[in-house]
């Protein structure tokens, strides 16, 4: 699951699920070239001790505030050794730390406008293309958060290739079209732009 979707959809337990995992990179990491970036893991109260890797609880300390202390970390390979079910490694742990950072300075309001801008700036893209001959949407009455496949009227690859010479990012080839993605970073400007270069490669 993307986490920062979840400002706006019901969580997995909600929808009842026992297990949810998830990508940690819309978190605050920057993409850095493919990583190093951060997987996440969630499950029910009962379940909490099959999960790998460290549990971190929240406390107070002894002059009553707020904290967070290492609860379980049984499964690691510096307790259990070649039994262990988790690595926990500095990267993983610095993107972590940054994750946690993001979060705490975002708060449930900053969080939630990230979500709607994604999801705004997405849709907004998406309608454009649409009105372009040729880039109907793959599944054009699914819902979609920041990510929807297209068919496209000319090869994908020569398509994106004519938007990287622009400087555009346009998207990953994939079969059937083009996987596009939009997020709260791109502003109507940067999307018209892409707009606008999408039909003069194809004209």
Known sequence: MNPIAMALLKSPGECGADVAIGDGQPLGIPLSFGGPTLGFMACKKDMIRKLPGRIV????????????????????????????SSNICSNQALCALTASAYC???????????????????????????????????????PF??????????????????????????????????LWCATERNTPEQIDALI????????
């Open 57 to 84: 609880g929240q406390t107070v300390d002894a002059a009553g505030r707020r904290c967070f202390v290492l609860t379980l970390q049984a499964r690691e390979q510096h307790i259990r050794r070649e039994k262990a």
């Open 104 to 142: 705490a300075a975002m708060g449930p309001a900053g969080l939630g406008e990230v979500a709607r801008a994604c999801c705004d700036n997405a849709h907004y893209l998406a309608e454009k293309l649409g009105k372009i001959t040729g880039f109907e949407r793959v599944t054009p009455h699914a």
């Open 145 to 178: 958060f920041h990510e929807f496949v297209t068919k496209t009227p000319v090869p994908a690859e020569r398509l994106l290739k004519v938007l990287e010479e622009k400087g555009i990012l346009g998207g990953l080839p994939v079969e059937g079209g083009i």
């Open 196 to 203: 606008a270069a999408v039909k003069e490669a194809i004209a």
